[in-house]
């Protein structure tokens, strides 16, 4: 098969996929995580933005996909283990 016949994903599917990597990052109980999670997840979008060969897109939608699978197991994982007292910056959030 030719290179070419990857199909890019849609522009439905890439909405999708940045919506719930930022949907996921917001269920993160650690402020840093959460944060660090959302702005990871903006900075990829932002720079995969310009990609015009459909092969390199297929490429940067299968990685996030993948990412947005770690990103729900760690979410799982980091719930676990959830600090007992609040951060400083939810605490300035809640007031």
């Known amino acids: 098969m030719a ?11 890439v909405l999708w996929l940045y919506r719930s990597l930022l949907r ?4 993160f109980c650690d402020y840093n995580i959460r944060e660090y999670t959302k702005r990871r997840t903006i900075d990829a979008f932002r720079h995969n933005q ?3 060969d ?3 897109v297929a490429a940067a939608f299968a990685d996030g996909k993948a990412q947005l ?3 729900k197991r760690q979410c799982i994982v980091y719930s676990l ?3 007992k007292v609040k951060s ?3 605490i ?3 007031a």
């Open 3 to 13: 290179a070419s016949a990857v199909a890019a994903p849609t522009r439905n599917e």
């Open 24 to 27: 996921v990052a917001r269920q």
């Open 50 to 52: 310009k990609l015009t």
């Open 54 to 56: 459909s092969s390199k």
């Open 69 to 71: 699978e770690v990103a």
């Open 81 to 83: 283990y959830a600090p």
């Open 88 to 90: 400083v910056m939810d």
């Open 92 to 94: 300035k959030r809640s």
